[in-house]
């Protein structure tokens, strides 16, 4: 039997010192000045970037801060356009394989698993567990985008 050996991975030479079980890039992308950039990206890899701070464009489309903008596959490269103070994180790895979806707070493998998950939490169950110290009332999630 062989044992599973963790890999490095990182971006065009830089890796942090942490330890992955699955090739996956983080990057923190933070401009001082206003900033446009081509970023190399691996074909077999699925990607995102996420806005924290000041508007992004991603190939010539705008996303505001804390708005997701999946890139999917296949990419090789994105031209990403960052104003004066920006910092934005692309996040990107290689596929699970699998369907997966996120709607909220919940991911599943189907949109009957998330909305059963949705009907545990909305109705108080132990699945979720609960947080200890906290005193205000449980968050409810929207309602679910699609017919169930």
């Not at 990182?10 to 942490?18: D, L, S, V």
């Not at 949109?111 to 059963?116: L, P, R, W, Y």
Request: glycine share 10%.
């Amino acid at each position: 039997m062989s044992a599973f050996i963790p890999q490095p991975w990182g971006y065009r030479g830089r890796q942090a010192p942490t330890l992955t079980f699955s090739p996956l890039v983080g990057l923190d992308l933070a401009a001082e000045a206003a900033a446009s950039l081509r970023l190399e990206l691996r074909h077999a890899f699925e990607y995102a970037v996420l806005p924290l701070e000041g508007e992004v464009t991603l190939d010539g489309e705008a996303f505001a801060v804390d708005e997701l903008a999946y890139l999917g596959r296949g990419r090789e490269t994105l031209e990403l356009t960052l104003p004066a103070g920006a910092r934005a994180l692309l996040l990107g790895g290689e596929p699970l394989g699998e369907e997966v979806v996120i709607w909220w707070n919940f991911v599943g493998h189907s949109k009957a698993e998330i909305a059963e998950a949705q009907r545990e939490w909305e109705a108080g169950g132990e699945r979720f567990g609960s947080v200890p110290e906290y005193e205000g009332e449980r968050l409810m999630p929207p309602p679910i985008p699609w017919k169930v």
